[in-house]
């Protein structure tokens, strides 16, 4: 099997990717600047699958020393999760969002050049499909972006594409993540964002644990089922699954692709708050308040081409999510921080 790099990799989505690579042969290598992370999560690791990964503490911006990584671990191949990711955040910080996930990918994939490693997976996200997607999204969608985040991600799939013409020994997967949420069924993994959490589960989470008041439901007013926003939820185990068989497509010579990991059926905020509620016997107070800029009513996959080309199918189910993300929240209130 082989060694695989994951910038970014003690994060949320990348701690559950090394799980499974683990479980799968493979020897992940975390390497972060632990910006939005911590490197506590190689333990919790370590009791989960008995192999504490390597954890090197590192910006992907510094290209030299990515080279000497790359030789000295003899990388098979890099997993690209390094990135900021919060969209509010990044019409504040527009900055720090281009040279951190612009020039961070430009920097990996530079220091693959100079050390010769010829496979990448890129997290990418739905978000290229911009606010003008009719669902369900497929993957010759047209690009777009209404934020400096989302810019981001077009702009680094489009650098990766480019570079792909360029160098023909140069494989790449481009994974379009739609919601991810859960946690690893363990509890001993999760997600962990730093301050009022942007996204809908981890602030559920964390109002079924007393630490919010209650949940601001962004409008009511969409024409959906309940009149709330609807997303493509998929559980982070079968996301990490996806990375997986998409780094093996690479690894046996397959050519570059594209393709949603999602689980092409959407869930309103209401049917999320009622499973989460069913899942964890909480009650999730919550008010009506004004639409969220730059939301859309619907968002979710058409998940075929994961089907047909990596045979990803989704196996886990909502109520398996908000159980998981239940059982991470309440055994770890604070985190990864001792209690
Ligand atoms: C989901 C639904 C909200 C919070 C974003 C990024 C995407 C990816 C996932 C990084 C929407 C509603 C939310 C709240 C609410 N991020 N909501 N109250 O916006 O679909 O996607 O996060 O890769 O790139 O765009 O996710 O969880 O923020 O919102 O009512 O407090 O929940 O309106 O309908 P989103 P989300």
Known sequence: MANILLTGGTGYIGAHTAVVLIESGHTPILLDNFSNSTPKVAERI????????????????????????LNTHDIQAVIHFAAHKAVGESVEKPLSYYQNNVMGTLS?????????????????SATVYGENGVPPMSEDAPLSATNPYGQTK?????????????????????????????????????????????????????????????????????????????????????LARGHVL????LLAGNDSFTVNLGTGKPVTVLQ??????????????YTIAPRRAGDVASVYANPQLARQLLGFETEY???????????????????????
């Open 154 to 238: 077009v702009m680094m799939e489009q650098i990766i594409r480019d570079v792909a013409v360029a160098d023909k020994t140069l494989r790449y997967a481009m994974l379009r993540y739609f919601n991810p949420v859960g946690a690893h069924p363990s509890g001993q993994i999760g997600e962990h964002p730093r301050g009022i959490p942007n996204n809908l589960m981890p602030y559920v989470q964390q109002v079924a644990i007393g630490l919010r008041e209650k949940l601001s439901v962004f409008g009511n007013d969409y024409p959906t089922a309940d009149g709330t926003g609807e997303r493509d939820y998929i559980h982070v185990m079968d």
């Open 108 to 124: 990996v994939l530079a220091a693959m050049a100079q050390a010769g490693v010829h496979h990448i997976v890129l997290s990418s």
């Open 246 to 249: 998409a780094v093996n497509h």
């Open 317 to 339: 189910t909502i109520s398996d999510m908000c159980r998981d993300a239940w059982v991470w929240q309440s055994r770890n209130p604070n985190g990864y921080d001792e209690a």
């Open 272 to 285: 999320m708050v009622q499973a989460f509620e069913q899942a964890s016997g909480k009650p999730i107070a």
């Open 46 to 69: 370590q009791v989960i699958t008995g192999v504490k990964p390597m954890v090197i503490e590192q910006d992907v911006l510094d290209t030299a020393a990515l080279v000497d990584v």
